[in-house]
């Protein structure tokens, strides 16, 4: 990935985007399917033994336990035809396709400049072969998003990504709610709100969800009662790592970028997507909530410096911001490698 990052950046940099663009652009998502689609079935991959248990389950018997219909159907109906095996490449190939479709959408052929930031960010990979269900559903949203100025096909796509993990209900809810209001004043003080009431209450609203939804069938109830290895509490850490996106908007993104009717309703959406897990914080494993709002954080930090069309609009703009972005790139994946290989080597 370190070499990938400072290739990309020196081609940038040298005027030969177009071609880096093309040939990466294909190649890398190609390469990141086979390699997270054959991976082994193994503990190290946490919830894959799980799900591939949940498979063997399917194939003898004709049952699913999940709540989430889209994705019973993929398992129950690969199941009864292929292996375990071809059902994790499906599942990567569902993760990884979306993104990719959906960034060319909106990015043309500069789409992999946006990819590359996607990959290298911190929660990437983990949702691809841990949080599958998860995962899978959190990129056909991303892909619902970059076609919401297609109404119909941006609904299709909700539905879709809401069938594959309900949990993804949260940012559909606001990014619906951002076709009406955009003012990214409002959503910062939402946020903000929502943080010094967790601190203030220490989190009590995550106990009394988890005790208002104890009947339901579903371990995320689990998660708010602070049940679990991961007991939860107040993380700065991610605080200050959620703040990110916000920040660079703030200091670093031309003032026309955020202007853009469809930047502004990704930060929107983000803020209070966000200000969600704020709420529940103290939850135990709150990062799943988290990667609510944070599977668009790496689209978010490098929308405003690479090549864009508006919502509506069939223009893109031709020039890569090549320092800010590269910085962006960098700093991001400088953090990724921190909590990866020092901070959390073992999540």
């Not at 081609?11 to 998502?29: E, I, K």
């Not at 989190?203 to 009394?208: K, M, T, W």
Request: proline content about 3%; aromatic content about 18%.
């Amino acid at each position: 990935m370190a070499a990938l990052i400072f290739f990309t950046i020196l081609s940038y940099a040298q005027h030969s985007a177009g071609s880096v663009n093309r040939l990466f652009g294909f190649l890398v998502p190609l390469f990141l399917i086979f390699y997270m689609g054959t991976r082994p079935i193994s503990p190290v991959f946490v919830d894959m033994t799980t799900y591939a248990q949940s498979f063997e389950v399917a194939a003898q018997r004709g049952i699913v336990y999940y709540t989430d219909w889209v994705f019973n159907i993929l398992m129950l109906g690969l199941s009864q035809i292929t292996t375990v095996e071809v059902f994790f490449f499906v599942c990567a190939a569902i993760y990884i396709i979306p993104i990719s479709v959906g960034l060319r959408k909106r990015h043309g052929d500069s789409a992999f400049a946006a990819l590359l930031a996607t990959i290298t960010s911190f929660s990437f990979f983990v949702y691809g072969v841990n949080g599958i269900r998860n995962g899978m559903a959190t990129s056909i949203l991303l892909a619902a998003m970059a076609w919401s100025d297609r109404k119909f096909t941006y609904a299709i796509l909700a539905i879709l990504a809401f069938g594959m993990h309900n949990s993804v209900a949260v940012p559909v809810l606001f990014y619906t709610l951002t076709f009406f209001n955009t003012n990214i004043i409002l959503y910062a003080c939402l946020w903000a709100s929502a943080f010094i009431f967790t601190v203030a209450t220490s989190g009590s609203l995550a106990a009394y969800l988890g005790g208002l939804l104890s009947s339901a069938e579903d371990n995320r109830v689990g998660y708010l009662s602070q049940q679990g290895e991961d007991k939860g509490g107040l993380r700065i850490d991610f605080v200050l790592y959620s703040i990110v996106p916000v920040i660079i908007s703030y200091l670093w993104a031309d003032v026309n970028k955020t202007k853009d009717p469809f930047y502004r309703q990704m930060l929107c959406t983000y803020l209070a997507t966000n200000s969600f897990w704020l709420l529940v914080m103290y939850a135990a494993y709150s990062n799943r909530f988290a990667y609510l709002s944070w599977f668009m954080m790496p689209w978010l930090i490098i929308y405003p410096f690479i090549p864009n069309r508006s919502t509506g609009s069939a223009d893109v703009t031709r020039k890569i911001d090549v320092a800010k972005y590269g910085a962006m790139l960098i700093g991001q994946f400088a953090l990724t490698y921190l909590f990866d290989i020092f901070i959390y080597p073992t999540r």
